[in-house]
């Protein structure tokens, strides 16, 4: 599996920055960068990602609230979100995930894995769904 398409919701610059430098390096072809949920649903009216990285805290709408509204939509409810975010704690972790998230990645990340982590979240999830289709099948 390559990673070729990546949103990235994301309020900080720098941090905008060193994502988009993180991916690109590692032949990220399209790394398209929002800084709000407001952007993020305009953004996704003419991009496709294959992913969508998540930042919980961000001003007027935070990352939890955009998730459950892509999770609400037919037509982006199928599209990998995975934050990454400061928020560390257990119950923050929780709620993301319950909200639909595929993974939870924690700020201050390294920018030389990001990429790997990402990719490593989305060949686990596909592992999942051949199983599950598998199991339809029989």
């Known amino acids: 599996m390559k990673l070729t398409r990546v949103l990235v919701v ?15 390096l590692r032949g990220v072809s399209e790394v398209v960068l929002v800084e709000s949920c407001a952007e993020c649903f305009d953004r996704l009216g ?23 509204r892509l999770k609400q939509d037919p037509a ?3 599209i990998p979100v995975v934050f990454l975010t400061a928020r560390v704690q257990k119950a923050d972790r929780e709620r993301g995930m319950k909200l639909g998230a595929l993974g939870y990645l924690t700020k201050p990340f390294d920018p030389m894995t990001l990429h790997d982590q990402i990719l490593k979240l989305l060949l686990e999830d596909a592992e999942k769904q051949n199983e599950k289709d598998g199991d339809a099948d029989e």
């Open 10 to 24: 994301e309020d900080d610059v720098d941090i905008q920055k060193v994502i988009r430098m993180s991916l690109k």
């Open 46 to 68: 003419g991009f496709a990602p294959e992913v969508i990285l998540l930042d919980v805290m961000m001003p007027h709408v935070d990352g939890y609230e955009t998730c459950r």
């Open 76 to 78: 982006t409810r199928k």
